[in-house]
């Protein structure tokens, strides 16, 4: 994780972002209760420090992909958030992780766009990952690669409307893919969940499930109930500062010990 110490709205690269529009001592606020949330389920946390001019470095989930240890580094599709990577990149080397990029012209922005599902892989395109990603991926991982159309501008990263719970069940809000990947996730997920409007809009899908807890935004009730139902226990964090900005739970949270559920 990364401390927002320099997180605030200084440009806009998503429908969500209004330029000056965060609390920086609510944000502040909120990510330590996110922080001292994951100490007490007994999960380490490692920080980075934040570096002045980087406002989205806080958003750690979107610099690499990991699977065991081996990242594959980020390549930002807009330039604002292209200096963020080097700081994590030397996080990543120090800690003895082999380190993979993509070719420059092909834009990947690592955890936010690729969701692990057993071992499988989910990738968005269409938006922020170029096409050819998927393709790097599944060559490079030697995974099986299921690339998803993300449509929705709202919904402009995979970890924005994709949930996967566990081998059988994946949540989705279905108005952020194409027909054709709405109808592909019908083929391949067993229990395929819909988000309602609202939850997805209150970053539902952006949370972070860790052994049988869910870490999630405050207000979901209704998919609050859901994981209840299929065993898991959940805790509510309130993370709204940093939604004005696009981002969640999920977002501020760079896994690193696990590649799959």
């Known amino acids: 994780m990364c ?8 440009y806009e690269i998503n429908p969500w972002m ?5 609390d920086k001592k609510n ?6 209760s996110l922080y001292e949330t994951y100490l007490k389920l007994e999960i380490a946390v490692d920080l980075i420090k934040p570096q002045a001019g980087l406002p989205d470095m806080v ?11 081996t990242v594959i580094c980020s390549n930002f599709l807009y330039q604002e958030r292209r200096k963020e990577v080097p700081y994590y990149e030397n996080w990543y080397q120090q800690n003895d992780f082999e380190v993979k990029k993509m070719p420059e012209t092909c834009f990947f922005e690592g ?12 990738v968005g395109k269409g938006q922020r990952n170029s096409k050819e990603a998927s393709f790097r991926l599944k ?5 099986e690669v299921i690339s998803l159309e993300l449509i929705n501008p709202f919904f402009y990263h995979l970890d924005t409307c994709l949930f996967p719970l566990n081998k059988e ?15 592909s996730l019908r083929k391949k997920v067993p229990d395929l969940v819909p988000f309602e409007e609202k939850e997805a809009f209150n970053f539902a899908a952006n949370s972070l499930l860790t052994d049988h807890h869910a870490v999630i935004q405050t207000g979901n009730k209704d998919f609050r109930r859901r994981l209840d139902s299929y065993g898991y226990k959940t805790v509510e964090v309130d993370v709204s500062e940093f939604s004005k900005a696009g981002g969640g739970i999920h977002c501020l949270t760079g896994v690193i010990a696990e590649s799959s559920l």
């Open 3 to 10: 401390e927002p110490h320099f997180f605030q709205v200084q």
């Open 18 to 22: 209004k330029l000056g529009s965060i």
């Open 27 to 32: 944000a502040g606020k909120q990510w330590v």
């Open 59 to 69: 958003f750690s989930a979107d610099q690499g992909l990991v699977k065991e240890k």
């Open 111 to 122: 955890a936010g766009e690729s969701l692990w599902w057993e071992d499988k892989l989910f």
């Open 139 to 143: 060559e490079v991982l030697g995974v």
């Open 169 to 183: 069940t994946v949540f989705y809000y279905p108005k952020a893919f194409s027909p054709i990947s709405v109808k």
